[in-house]
């Protein structure tokens, strides 16, 4: 997985997959496959809303170690190769683009903007570390399809 960042309060994660992009992206809209590989090792999720479409809401709690996180996200924009998430809180963008290299090739990033520098200069080296258990545990998930 390769990593940098693009601006001070912008992340940017990478990583080709050895699958077809509307493989990849399927795993993004369909909420079963989403539960099992979104966040990091160790930790579940229960889905409450998960609206794959424009505008729609996607609402959950993280569990880790006995201590719950909900989340909130809503779909800004949904397209076969980009997805655009706004989390609520704490608030940033998630931008996935998918690009096909071949037919069973995908390069996806993530590109991660903050609100402010501060922000992501306090957590980036968490959101590099559990990020690249995400894309692992997404690699998991692709093959079972």
């Not at 940017?12 to 809209?29: C, E, G, N, Q």
């Amino acid at each position: 997985m390769s990593m940098s960042l693009s601006n001070d309060n912008t992340l940017s994660l990478a990583r080709t997959f050895a699958y077809p992009m509307d493989v990849i992206f399927w795993k993004y809209i369909d909420q079963n496959a989403l539960c099992r590989w979104w966040w990091p090792c160790g930790n579940t999720n229960i889905f409450h809303e998960f609206h794959p479409i424009e505008w729609g809401k996607w609402t959950f709690t993280m569990q880790s170690d006995g201590v719950d996180y909900p989340n909130e996200m809503i779909f800004k924009k949904i397209e076969n190769n980009h997805l655009i998430l706004e989390h609520i809180l704490p608030h940033f963008f998630l931008d996935i683009s998918l690009d096909a290299i071949s037919d069973n090739q995908t390069r996806m990033t993530w590109d991660m903007t903050w609100d402010s520098p501060e922000i992501l200069a306090r957590i980036r080296e968490f959101l590099m570390e559990k990020n690249a258990e995400n894309f692992d545990k997404l690699e998991e998930e692709l093959k079972n399809f």
